[in-house]
């Protein structure tokens, strides 16, 4: 059986074949992970992004037109899109955690001068158990050891995406039990 040419399996992925898109995928999925992984620095992010091309790709096979360019091409121009929008996702989740770390030092801070500052340390470690565990675990490892979310995936055996993803969504939620908090008194 001859080699299937990019030519066809850009015809028959436009057309809704799937064993094109298995053949797209097979062909180009190391390339479009290839540029993530090294566009984002981060394996299973560029994972993620190499589905969501795929994924987009499939979805909007109408929007590829081959007298537009090549259908590796077409592909990377998603791959493109996908990386950009995993970058402004990334930083919209660093600015958070910074936003919620920096409350929480400033009303730890706040609360060292304090005669009552034992009881609020207590009062945040509490707020910090009630977390799930591997949030807890996460957050008390960069509070109290102070180890950056690299060493902390090097420590867990976690991989680095799924460590901020716990830090940013423990961080909110002790950002919102602190509010609650803060507003009771």
Known sequence: MPPISDDEIAKGFAQGD??????????WGSLVYTVAVRSLDDA??????????FVGAWRGRQG???????????????????IA???TQRS?????VEAVTSQLVETVAAYD??????????????ELSGLPSPQQQILRMAFFEDLTQVQIAERTGLPLGTVKSHTRRGLIKLRRRLEVDGAAH
Do not use: C
Request: charged share 35%.
């Open 18 to 27: 799937e064993s094109s898109l298995n053949e797209a995928y097979r062909r």
């Open 44 to 53: 299973d992010e560029a994972k993620d992004v190499t589905q969501q091309v």
């Open 64 to 82: 590829y037109h081959p007298e537009r360019g090549s259908f590796p091409g077409w592909l990377m121009g998603i791959t493109r899109n996908k």
């Open 85 to 87: 929008d995993a970058l």
């Open 92 to 96: 919209r989740q660093r600015r958070e």
């Open 113 to 126: 001068s304090t005669p009552d500052a034992v009881v609020d340390r207590v009062l945040v470690l509490d």
